[in-house]
């Protein structure tokens, strides 16, 4: 089979760790004789610098060919400026809602050998499992938003529809349906018209499926019970701001925002795959950067976008190993340990793909 996979490193450590994944890619396309041609595009600063917007169209139309994208990050304290209208951050955002990538798939998984990474205590992590549904292309991320009274007061908004609350809403059952059943949905309808609507909407989807277990729980409950008790979540859904918040709390639970993969999904196959790490630019450029969430990424799209499953599996068997064995990039060594830099744990990873899939 012959498959277009668009690359999108972006800015910082993006265009590093994007690297590793792609090579893993490589790696079991060779083996499996599979047909992947990458195509580069640019999104972000970078694109900024050298065509004047963070989302060519070129790069929009490399994307609406590909069968998925592999995406880095965006940003860094050279496109900062508060004042800018151009803005990094616009590249992946006009890709969200460009290629309709409506869900937001983000798996927070305990490595057990990663357990003393966390700040978090042992007992409370063991068993920590769950995957984060976002919805990707509502709510105030994409509202109306201005300035009015001469630009001294601002105002953003937030948007949904029941068929944005439903279709998503769906996506986190069916996936819970795979898993442990259990889906929680968050909101905070104590205060919010568009939660209330949400909620309602749940409570209707959640009667469509009484074989998984349903609950609702605030945003602020959440953001305790997430540290509290982790290993209780099974599949979380919520709104687009809710879920980027709760996210980056929950990749603490794994022990490294360095570790987390995602995919966003749109009907259909087409999927972006991206670390839910930022740009790292304080690390950037220095081979340092973790490249296991953006290796990950890949194993999603292997899996969501290509329907490869045993692939998909090799690979994240092979982080698996490959950190049993002990091998830790910086960011999640134990004090004192010995650390391999990006590439290293990428040809790591990628020669234990090759064995699996060889086997
Ligand atoms: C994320 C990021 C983005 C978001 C930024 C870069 C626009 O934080 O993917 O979580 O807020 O969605
Ligand atoms: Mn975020």
Known sequence: MAYLIAVLGGDGIGPEVTAQARR????????GGYDFTFEEGLV??????R??????????????????ILFGAVGGPKWDDPTATVRPEQGLLGLRKGLGLFANLRPVKLNPTLIN??????????????????????????????????????????????????RVLRV???????????????????????SRLWRETALRIAREYP?????????????????RRPASFDVIVTENMFGDILTDEASMLAGSMGM?????LAEGRRGLYEPIHGSAPDIAGQGIANPIGAILSAALLLRYSLGLEAEARAVEGAVDAVLA???????????????????????????????????
């Open 24 to 31: 893993v890619l490589e790696v079991v396309a060779e083996v």
């Open 44 to 49: 972000g600063g970078i694109a900024i610098d």
């Open 51 to 68: 065509t004047g917007t963070a989302l060519p169209e070129e790069t929009l139309a490399l994307c609406q060919r590909a069968d998925a």
């Open 117 to 166: 990474a966390s700040t978090i205590k042992p007992e409370v992590l063991a068993g920590t499992d769950l995957v984060v549904v976002r919805e990707l292309t509502g709510g105030i991320y994409f509202g109306e938003r201005g300035r009015r009274d001469n630009g001294q007061t601002a105002y953003d908004t937030m948007i949904y529809s029941t068929y944005e609350i439903e």
């Open 172 to 194: 986190a059952f069916d996936l819970a349906r795979q898993r442990r059943k259990k889906v929680t949905s968050v909101d905070k309808a104590n205060v919010l018209e568009c």
């Open 211 to 227: 074989d998984v277990a349903f609950e609702n729980l605030l945003v602020d409950a959440c953001a305790m019970h997430l540290i």
């Open 260 to 264: 987390l993969p995602s995919a966003s």
């Open 325 to 359: 064995e002990g091998a830790r990039t910086r960011d999640i060594a134990e004090p004192g340990a010995e650390v391999v830099d990006t590439a290293t744990m990428g040809t790591l990873v990628a020669d234990r793909v090759a064995q699996a899939l060889t086997q």
